[in-house]
T-cell receptor, first 116, second 117 residues
Framework: NAGVTQTPKFRVLKTGQSMTLLCAQD?????MYWYRQDPGMGLRLIHY???????AKGEVPDGYNVSRLKKQNFLLGLESAAPSQTSVYFC???????????????FGPGTRLTVL | AQSVAQPEDQVNVAEGNPLTVKCTYS??????LFWYVQYPNRGLQFLLK??????LVKGSYGFEAEFNKSQTSFHLKKPSALVSDSALYFC???????????????FGTGTKLQVIP
């Protein structure tokens, strides 16, 4: 049982390049989330999904797109990377829907992205 | 709007001594409160949460937290610190009464705990 995994662990991009971050979970969770972590700012929600085939915007969605074609995978795309997107990106999943008392999020190890 | 504050960027404590990591929150309703820990190069790991009931919540690795409604605080505590407790700790809050859509979790900025041997 691997939990939540993220690929890749590190990446360096040039401004304007594109890339996709992959998140996979083997816990059969319905709900998945993408966060970014920046110094002094805590974690901020980018996009989330409440089930296969669904996605929704979080707090800071601009410049990112997501897809949830399979229940176990949640992809985060950057179409045209900018230096402001330099960050550590975390994926998370949960069994219960947001707002339910049993909603505990399980996090992946993170992807460190640098945009030059 | 909900918010959470962790007033200390770093807390240093000697091994064996009690530790406290502070957290205060602001929500319009009754909060759900969480503590997560992040070890270097790892994702966040859930430690404990307060939903309702007893104000003292016990969690993983010997940690506990006390919910104080009058002071709007949820401080993380441990009676005897270990060197292996050194990590980044995040407090988080959710307002379960929010009905306008996704009930987001708001994270604090984190407190680095350094346990000195």
């Amino acid at each position: 049982n691997a939990g939540v995994t993220q690929t890749p662990k590190f990446r360096v991009l040039k401004t304007g390049q594109s890339m996709t971050l992959l998140c996979a979970q083997d816990m059969n969770h319905e709900y998945m989330y993408w966060y970014r972590q920046d110094p002094g700012m805590g974690l901020r929600l980018i996009h989330y999904s409440v089930g296969e085939g669904t996605t929704a915007k979080g707090e800071v969605p601009d410049g990112y797109n997501v897809s949830r074609l399979k229940k176990q995978n949640f992809l985060l795309g950057l179409e045209s990377a900018a230096p402001s997107q330099t960050s550590v990106y975390f994926c998370a999943s949960s069994y219960s829907p947001p707002g339910v008392s049993t909603d505990t999020q399980y996090f992946g190890p993170g992807t460190r992205l640098t945009v030059l | 709007a909900q918010s959470v504050a962790q007033p200390e960027d770093q807390v240093n404590v000697a091994e064996g001594n009690p530790l406290t990591v502070k957290c205060t929150y602001s929500v319009s309703g009754n909060p759900y409160l969480f503590w997560y820990v992040q070890y270097p190069n790892r994702g966040l790991q859930f430690l404990l949460k307060y939903i309702t009931g007893d104000n003292l919540v016990k969690g993983s690795y010997g940690f506990e937290a006390e919910f104080n409604k009058s002071q709007t605080s949820f401080h993380l505590k441990k009676p005897s610190a270990l060197v292996s407790d050194s990590a980044l700790y995040f407090c988080a809050v959710r307002d379960p009464s929010y009905s306008g859509g996704y009930q987001k979790v708001t994270f604090g900025t984190g407190t680095k705990l350094q346990v000195i041997p």
